[in-house]
């Protein structure tokens, strides 16, 4: 069932929106050529905290860092490592979720390292584009089907694919919630859109086959031709009033 989300709770969702998008700006502000991924997590950790929020990651389903971090061709829930190290030319995925007030925010991004090669940052320009051509269609009365479909439209019309095996979701107490929110879709299929949805919109965008593999330590998925791949994701609030972008701090990132 939908848990749909009143004005007051929107308001706190804000909150740990905020706090979860500052702190994937902490981790930008850090990546850089030779720092840990282990050293990423704990920055982000420290800022969450800081805020007085918990990490909706660490623990969750026994994850043990407080964000994912995927390099290259890892698409998504790439654990921190004291052994992983950035390096030049890299694009590396952040997702970061914040518990605050009883309310999760989640968000993700696509950061290069250093200089990245022209096809890499078009994957994560495509990307990003992605998410907005999405959630240009996240209207009242607009369906589910009418977000998914305008995001791999986008994807496919600029020659990439989009991740299926792996989705967005609703989300307010629990970090993943009902309903299920594909990247892909039938325009005018699917649940119908109304005033107060608050959903996580994160398009998977890889750069060959749309085809990923689990790796053995139980988190890490990988594109299954070992191309690049990119993550770009915000909680968002439909309201009578139009969207709100809960994790979105920065208007450029
Ligand atoms: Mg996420
Ligand atoms: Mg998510």
Redo the contacts with the bound molecule.
Sequence with gaps: MIQLKNPDQIKIMKEAGRITGEALLVARDHVRPGISTYELDRLVRESIEKAGAKPS?LGYGGFPGSA?ISINDEV?HGIPSKKRFLEEGDIVKV???AFYKGFHG???RTIPVGRVSDEAQRLIEVTRASFFAGIDQLKVGNRLGDVGAAIDGLVVANGFSTVKRYIGHGIGHE?HESPDVPNYGTPGRGTRLCAGLVI?I?PMVNIGTETVRELSDGWTVKTADGALSA?Y?NTVALTGDGIINLTLIEKDF
């Design positions: 990651f994912c998504i997702d970061v979720g989640d968000s993700a970090l996580a994160e993550h994701e």
